[in-house]
């Protein structure tokens, strides 16, 4: 049977290319960077170029590059290293649909002496701005608003928030794991002092991540015993990784113009089609700023986890922020957080397109969706006769 | 899984002789069960409607296969355990299914007995407030599986899995549940004609007090206790946490855990305190 893959923002396939340039540093160049012999000196090259091809797809300088082992690291260096250099009297402030890797650490500070706002957002996924310039006026802050969120795929508005939060002589970090590779992106415009992004969401592998630190802004670093990352980020370097990354980016900025359109497309075609036959159905989050790959839909009196059972069947794999697929029992905290109600909280799921979808897969989704979703809503009890 | 892809018996009777329903939309996960009894008096007929997840779905499925021909009476006695068995068990997170299952049949053979058609109001008091689930289902649960963690009973029926406040009230219903527990085995204990105990059961029979019985009560006061050694019918013990130096340790000691440990271990045991 064949498999199409809806779940991007979950992770996403290794692109070929990043694979053929990792090989030669398992196999033949595999020494550690920080020796002197040769086998050192043959992979401080690799990585210089590694840390341009990232530094390029953002618009950053190289050496501001910091390679980590995923986004959550990333998120937590971020946060917590930038809460012990301020101290205490910092204030930290974050959204209520952040990923867990930004709500744990803002929470965490927030259970040991710093306050700690929870910004709200409105029935689109949209940030609560007035609700943020009153918690900026509560005095210094550290602040981390994600760039796009990862579940809906709702784009915040960027450059505003981070010139309020400078504009309050704040810091600011921005987790954007889902919106690099995806949207263009560009540090000299946005004045964001810490970014995150992770490998896995761009055709790199698991295992690597980059936080991008503006120069100039106090951080204590996260991994302490090394010299490595010019200190501030100790463990020998994860060279074929790095490496690996450095092409996904490369590969990144040249297709970001199909991101935006082709990908775009198919993600609309995919819309139109599910809200066409699937009557009860709406699409969660604001429709106009959202990443260009992402469909977040729900499906009125049946649970996600079935849906996704079912799809699984007949070879679609997606998500779910349904209760039953979290993990936990509770429902997403993303469509809570909007007001979406129950009922079309744990019906919902979400579909991530990428690059490598193609126009028969989301046409073979559109045609065996429908029928899975009348044949739960059979079951249901609560489906209106 | 073949009963989630190809569920048995969904829909709906008319006219059935008994309806439960169980859960909401907001729960993530609801049943509606139907059934209706033939001549002979036995379940001749039995459809549901579920919203929920895969378990949930088979679950339902599975429970209406067991019951059908069953009489009234034998359907009652069905427990959430038969049903996760007769479907090859399920994940422990998803055992709540199978005891949506087995409340959604409760439900509707009270309303069978009952005739009253309305929906069954919650009885006792609601311990989880996410889920609305109450203390006496709780303590149903926990008995007939068995429970003794807090992570279990959230496992078994979601109670403590929203916002977790209410967790503190269901360890105060396993400890409840545990001393009942104690009591019964020590009942059936002395029926079996006391015996006089080996040196391993006594030190085992004493630690196990000791846990369920004697170190719940000073953790809520914050202290603790190690034992350290058992001579013929002295038990040695050090007080630790906020139990250690405290004035009343004394009493403790003699009220209760030397009380605690003849009443469940031996009546000739004395404890001393081990001061190091």
């Avoid at chain 2, 002789?17 to 033939?38: Q, T």
Wanted: hydrophobic share 40%; glycine share 10%; aromatic share 4%.
């Amino acid at each position: 049977m064949k498999t199409i893959y809806l779940d991007n923002n979950a992770t996403s396939a290794v692109a070929p290319e990043v694979i053929e340039a990792m090989m030669p540093f398992f196999r033949d160049q595999w020494g550690n960077p920080s020796s002197m012999h040769v086998f050192g000196g043959q992979v401080k090259k690799p990585i210089d170029k590694a840390r341009e091809q990232v530094a390029a797809l953002i618009h950053a300088d190289p050496s501001e590059i910091i390679f980590t082992s995923c986004g959550t690291e990333s998120d937590n260096a971020a946060i917590r290293g930038a809460a012990e250099a301020l101290g205490p009297r910092y204030n930290v402030i974050t959204t209520r649909v952040e990923h867990p890797a930004v709500l744990g650490p803002c929470r965490y500070l927030g259970e040991r002496g710093h306050r700690l706002h929870e910004i709200g957002v409105d029935a689109a996924g949209q940030l609560d701005m007035v609700q943020l310039g009153e918690a900026l006026r509560d005095g210094p802050a550290i602040s981390s608003v994600m760039w796009a969120n990862n579940e809906t795929g709702v784009i915040f508005p960027i450059a505003e928030i981070a010139a309020m939060v400078k504009a309050a002589d704040g810091v600011m970090h921005t987790d954007a794991v889902q919106a690099v590779g995806k949207l263009p992106i560009d540090v000299r415009k946005i004045p964001v002092d810490m970014l995150s992004l992770s490998g896995h969401k761009l055709h790199a592998p698991k295992g690597i991540g980059v936080l991008y630190v503006r120069k100039g802004t106090r951080l204590q670093p996260f991994m302490l015993g090394g010299h490595q990352e010019d200190n501030r980020r100790a463990g020998t370097e994860n060279v074929p990784y790095i490496v690996g990354l450095g092409r996904a980016a490369e590969l990144a900025l040249e297709s970001i113009t199909k991101e935006m359109t082709t990908v775009a497309a198919l993600r609309d075609r995919l819309e139109a089609g599910l809200l066409a036959t699937c009557p009860d159905s709406r699409v969660n989050g604001d429709r106009v700023n959202r990443l260009p790959n992402t469909l977040n839909i729900s499906f009125e009196y049946i649970e996600g986890e079935s849906i996704l059972y079912m799809m699984s069947d007949v070879g679609i794999a997606a998500s779910s922020g349904s209760a039953c697929t979290s993990g936990s029992l509770e429902p997403s905290h993303v469509l809570r957080a909007m007001g979406v109600p129950f009922t079309a909280v744990h019906g919902s799921v979400r579909f991530s397109l990428s690059r490598y979808t193609t126009q028969e897969e989301i046409d073979y989704t559109c045609n065996h969706l429908p029928p899975i979703i009348s044949r739960l809503r059979a079951i249901s009890p609560f489906v209106k006769k | 899984m073949d009963h989630f892809r190809n569920p048995r018996n969904v829909g709906v009777i008319e006219n059935p002789d008994g309806v439960g329903e169980v859960g909401s939309l907001a729960c993530g996960d609801a049943l509606r069960l139907m059934f209706k009894l033939g001549p002979d008096g036995r379940i001749a007929d039995v459809k549901f409607q579920t919203f929920g997840c895969a378990s949930a779905i088979a679950s339902s499925s599975a429970l209406t296969e067991m019951i059908k021909g069953m009489t009234v009476e034998e359907a009652g006695k069905v427990t959430n355990q038969d049903i996760a068995e007769f479907l090859g068990g399920l994940p422990e997170q998803k055992m709540h299914c199978s005891v949506m299952g087995r409340e959604a049949l409760d439900a509707a053979i009270d309303n069978y007995r009952s005739g009253k058609t309305e929906k069954k109001i919650l009885a006792g008091k609601v311990v989880c407030n996410c889920f609305g689930v109450t203390e006496e289902e709780i303590t149903r649960v926990v008995r007939e599986n068995g429970l003794s963690t807090v992570e279990q009973v959230t496992n078994y029926t979601k109670a403590g899995g929203g916002c977790g406040k209410c967790k503190p009230d269901i360890e105060k219903i396993l400890e409840k549940a545990r001393a009942e527990r104690l009591e019964a085995e020590r009942k059936a204990g002395a029926k079996t004609a006391p015996r006089k105990l080996t040196v391993i059961e006594k030190i085992r029979l004493i630690e196990q007090t000791i846990e369920r019985e004697i170190r719940p009560l000073l953790k809520r006061d914050g202290g603790d206790i190690e034992l350290i050694d058992v001579e013929g019918n002295r038990v040695k013990v050090a007080l630790r946490g906020m139990c250690a130096g405290c004035q009343v340790a004394q009493f403790t000691l003699k009220d209760v855990v030397e009380v605690k440990l003849r009443e469940f271990v031996s009546s000739d045991l004395t404890v001393e305190e081990v001061r190091e």
